[in-house]
């Protein structure tokens, strides 16, 4: 599935997903595959949890994650949505091969 890569200077963030968009701070992300990767990942989530539920999901492990490290950093990569992007962002190959609600075995790793 092709997602359009839209790119946004003002975004907070070099890269972020919001269904159906890819979202880029940098007209060059748009060829980065590695960021766009990343990208998708959370789209392939998103589409699983229907959208909505996925960004209630987000929002509520980064605010346990932000009480448990006291560090907004800490809080956003420990987010299981980000741990499994940014543990798959450099295989090319892993949307076409990952499971269904691959996320959830990121929760064991919390």
Not at 46 to 51: A, G, K, M, S
Not at 92 to 106: A, D, E, I, T
Request: without cysteine.
């Amino acid at each position: 599935m092709k997602f359009p890569i839209v790119h946004l200077p003002f975004l907070p963030a070099a890269g972020m997903a919001i269904f159906p968009f890819v979202l880029v701070k940098y007209s060059w992300i748009k060829n980065d595959q590695q960021i766009i990767n990343h990208e998708l990942i959370h789209l392939r989530q998103q589409i699983e949890l229907l959208i909505i539920p996925f960004y209630l999901i987000y929002i509520l492990d980064y605010l346990i994650n932000l009480v448990r490290y006291r560090n907004h950093d800490l809080a956003y990569r420990n987010i299981v949505f980000e741990k499994e992007a940014f543990s798959n962002d450099a295989d090319y190959q892993y949307l076409k091969n990952r499971g269904f609600y691959s996320w959830m075995n990121y929760f064991k790793s919390h």
